[in-house]
T-cell receptor
Framework: ETGVTQSPTHLIKTRGQQVTLRCSSQ?????VSWYQQALGQGPQFIFQ???????GRGNFPPRFSGLQFPNYSSELNVNALELDDSALYLC??????????????FGNGTRLTVT | AQTVTQSQPEMSVQEAETVTLSCTYD???????LFWYKQPPSRQMILVIR??????QNATENRFSVNFQKAAKSFSLKISDSQLGDAAMYFC????????????FGKGMKLTVNP
C-alpha cells in the first residue's frame, strides 16, 4: 500500500501571495487532517476533512482553506501569506473513528518559507 | 482547552540504556486518549504508543512503555534498550472525546542516543 505523499517538499513564497499544498491519502483512508508545525513547536491542528466535507477546524483564520476530492486526496490553500505562516505543513490520513481506533498516517510535510 | 506540556526540551541516553520522557496534560474530560509520536529527521510523524484514559493498565509496545497516572495527569514514555534509531523528536499528544481527529501536541523533546 502507498503511504501519504505531500507535494511540494519545499516552497518559498512572498508575503501576500497565495499557496496550495497537496496531499495524497493512504489507500483506503477517507479522512484527512492538516497540521502546521512552526519551528521548535509541536504540530497545531488546522482542519480535518471527511468524505469531502470539513469536519473540524482549529484556531486558524479563514484564509486557511481546504478541499478534499472524491479520491480522498486533499489540498490546503493559504491566501494573503504572512511571515508567521512559515512552517512545516503536515498532512495525515486515516479511516474514520478517531486517532486511537484508526491511527493517523502522516506524510513527510511541506516546508513553506514566506519572505 | 486542553494543553500538553513537555518540560524537558532535550535528553540524551547511552545506547542500550533506559530513558524516560515526561509529559503532563490538562483537561476537564473524563475519557480521552494519549499518544507518543516520534519525528525523525525525515519529518514524518510516527506513532510510538497510545493509551486510552479509561484503561488503567499501562500500554506497552515492545521496548516502549508508558506510565499513565490519570489523577496526576501525567503520561511518561519509557524507552528500554535504547537504539541509535530511537534518536528523534518525541511529541506527546492528546485526543479528546467526540471522535474528532484533532490531536493537541506538546512542544516536543529531542532525544539523542550516544553510541
Amino acid at each position: 500500500e502507498t503511504g501519504v505523499t505531500q507535494s511540494p517538499t519545499h516552497l518559498i513564497k512572498t508575503r501576500g501571495q497565495q499557496v496550495t499544498l497537496r496531499c495524497s491519502s493512504q489507500s483506503g483512508h477517507n479522512t484527512v487532517s492538516w497540521y502546521q508545525q512552526a519551528l521548535g513547536q509541536g504540530p497545531q491542528f488546522i482542519f480535518q476533512y471527511y468524505r469531502e466535507e470539513e469536519n473540524g477546524r482549529g484556531n486558524f483564520p479563514p484564509r486557511f482553506s481546504g478541499l478534499q476530492f472524491p479520491n480522498y486526496s486533499s489540498e490546503l490553500n493559504v491566501n494573503a501569506l504572512e511571515l508567521d505562516d512559515s512552517a512545516l505543513y503536515l498532512c495525515a490520513s486515516s479511516s474514520a473513528g478517531g486517532p486511537y481506533n484508526s491511527p493517523l498516517h502522516f506524510g513527510n510535510g511541506t516546508r513553506l518559507t514566506v519572505t | 482547552a486542553q494543553t500538553v506540556t513537555q518540560s524537558q526540551p532535550e535528553m540524551s541516553v547511552q545506547e542500550a540504556e533506559t530513558v524516560t520522557l515526561s509529559c503532563t496534560y490538562d483537561t476537564s474530560e473524563s475519557d480521552y486518549y494519549l499518544f507518543w509520536y516520534k519525528q525523525p529527521p525525515s519529518r514524518q510523524m510516527i506513532l510510538v504508543i497510545r493509551q486510552e484514559a479509561y484503561k488503567q493498565q499501562n500500554a506497552t509496545e515492545n521496548r516502549f512503555s508508558v506510565n499513565f497516572q490519570k489523577a496526576a495527569k501525567s503520561f511518561s514514555l519509557k524507552i528500554s534498550d535504547s537504539q541509535l534509531g530511537d534518536a528523534a523528536m518525541y511529541f506527546c499528544a492528546y485526543n479528546g472525546q467526540g471522535g474528532s481527529e484533532k490531536l493537541v501536541f506538546g512542544k516536543g523533546m529531542k532525544l539523542t542516543v550516544n553510541p
